[in-house]
Every structure is written in structure tokens, then in C-alpha cells.
């Protein structure tokens, strides 16, 4: 983690379009709940968000300390989503937005709706193999995105 802490401010790194927007829309929206799931270790994640500006926008997360395997990640989210709000959460009102073959996975185990944005390594063309329920090519619409996905 040291050396993550020093490589980041020399990354030339920088927020995808329509990120910082969507976060804001969504943080404002009572009836939402922000978490982070991801397959790097808590102590990483926030180092990379901090660095980026948009840590404080998740409540809580599930991460690699908390299991290897993302796909187990899910009902750690779960788990702290009810003891922070009193309730269990169904997976119908779960969404899981990635940009990889493994986040969709990861949205399946927990019986969420998959968002698969094709910002990253893996093209439009290979997300869709794996039929995530929506694809979309980036966030910088956040109009339409939240429209679409009714939030």
C-alpha cells in the first residue's frame, strides 16, 4: 500500500467523463444507497478513490479482505447494508455497474441487475458475451442513464 500511496499522485490518471456527475446525481437521491464492491483490498480501494475525489460518495463496500472470491463479495454488502439502514435489501433493489466480465458475475451471484460500461479493458463487444442485463458505452450521459435505469 506504501507504494500505491506514492504511485498515484504520478499517474496522469484521471475521473471518466459523466463520473463525478452520475455519483452526485445518485448521492442526492435518498432512496439510494451508494456501496462499493470490488476485488481490491479496503485499504487500496480508498487510497485509489481518495486520490480521485469520490470515496466519500460510498457508504460502505465489500472487498478482497473480505473474501477472495467477488462473487462471495455480494452478501458482505448485504450484511452491512442492513446493519446500516435496519433492513434487508432484495436483490431487486440491488444494481451492479462494472466494466468487466467479473463485476457482471458478480452482480449475478447476488441476483442483481448487471450494468456493464465499456470503459475499460474489455470492449463492448466482450461484455455483451456475457449478457449483462444493460450495456452502455460510457456514463457521460447521465440524463439518459438515470432515466433508463429509473434512478
Not at 451508494?34 to 480501494?45: I, Q, W
Not at 486520490?51 to 460518495?57: A, D, K, L, N
Not at 435496519?86 to 441487475?113: M, P, Q, W, Y
Request: with cysteine.
Amino acid at each position: 500500500m506504501h507504494f500505491l500511496s506514492l504511485e498515484l499522485p504520478r499517474r496522469k490518471g484521471k475521473l471518466l467523463p459523466g463520473v463525478l456527475q452520475l455519483l452526485e446525481k445518485l448521492k442526492s437521491r435518498p432512496h439510494l444507497v451508494l456501496a462499493l464492491l470490488t476485488g481490491n483490498v479496503s485499504r487500496g480501494a480508498r487510497l485509489k478513490l481518495e486520490h480521485y475525489g469520490v470515496w466519500h460518495f460510498f457508504e460502505f463496500g465489500a472487498f478482497a479482505d473480505d473474501h477472495r472470491d467477488r462473487n462471495q463479495l455480494g452478501r458482505f454488502a448485504r450484511a452491512r447494508a442492513k446493519e446500516k439502514h435496519g433492513r434487508e435489501f432484495a436483490a431487486s433493489e440491488i444494481d451492479v455497474i462494472g466494466d468487466t466480465a467479473r463485476d457482471i458475475a458478480c452482480g449475478r451471484a447476488l441476483g442483481a441487475r448487471t450494468i456493464a460500461v465499456a470503459t475499460g479493458r474489455w470492449s463492448r463487444d466482450e461484455l455483451a458475451k456475457h449478457q449483462p442485463d444493460f450495456l452502455i458505452d460510457d456514463l457521460s450521459d447521465v440524463k439518459t442513464i438515470i432515466d433508463t435505469l429509473g434512478w
